[in-house]
């Protein structure tokens, strides 16, 4: 052979390099099966956990209306959302529990359309700088507030309002425009729907029960669509989730809202105030172990 020559690979050396690249290219494989399968495991687990979770926030939706504050921290506990994303995707998910629920109720002419109109009015506005403020604030300067809020409101309500009878059917526009405002803030700042500080607020205030929760339902539609806005602007919800988690908590908005408008009103005020009790409980739980 001449001197120089370049010489190319041995047949020997050719399988070696062969048999290393099948090597690589199985390990990958591996690798990649073993992630799908894991990812797999995970969205089965989510599932088992999101259609009870769905089914019961819904029923307490459209029960007494405030079943949307136990959503957020389910979403972090079970499904492994922080509780920024986890807000968010809430918020979108109530949009399907507003629609079912307003729609309910008005065809049960149980809708105060005129005073959830002012209501509306003042939640607007509101709504998207309490999504904003939520992404700056630490979680458990979300979270502790609200728990306390909701556990006392149930304790209040319980003990003391629950022994009155309502004094009147709806607020002046003023009030009603400034409560929808401080609901709205509060409610996008928080992740939940709009009736877990509706509900307490009015039910003080001397509104009957069942126009505090078909006030509440309507409240939510305008809320979660700005309040959603303000949430998808910091990328800070999981679609496809919100939009699963929505649709079964619908099913069980409707079945707690045929339950709602058979219940006698004392009953109704006791029932709201045990879930808001309940739910306080839940969210200061959830504050108290989310990391630091």
Known sequence: MPTGAVHGPTTETRARLETLHLSAEGDHGDRFESRSVARSRRTSAVMLIVVPVGLLVG?????????????PPALT?????????????SSW????????????????RAMPWRFAGWLTLGVVPAAVPGALANGLLPDRVVLVPLGVFVTAAGVFHLLFRTRTAPRRTSLPPR?????????????A???TGGPVFLIPVLLGLGIPAVTAVAAGQLIQLPLVCFASFGYAVQGSIDVRLGCLIGV?????VVAGARVSLRLPERRLQQVASVALLGF?????SSAWFSPR
């Open 93 to 108: 998910s109530f949009l399907f529990t507003g629609l079912a629920g307003t729609l309910v109720y008005a065809r049960h």
């Open 77 to 89: 506990w079970f499904a492994g959302l922080d509780p920024h994303t986890a807000a968010g995707t």
């Open 189 to 191: 700042l928080t992740g």
């Open 175 to 187: 009030a009603a425009i400034v409560t929808g405002a401080v609901v709205g803030f509060c409610s």
């Open 280 to 284: 306080g409980v839940v969210v200061l």
């Open 248 to 252: 079964i908590a619908a099913i069980g």
């Open 59 to 71: 029923l307490f939706i459209g029960a007494v209306g405030v079943g949307g504050v136990g959503l």
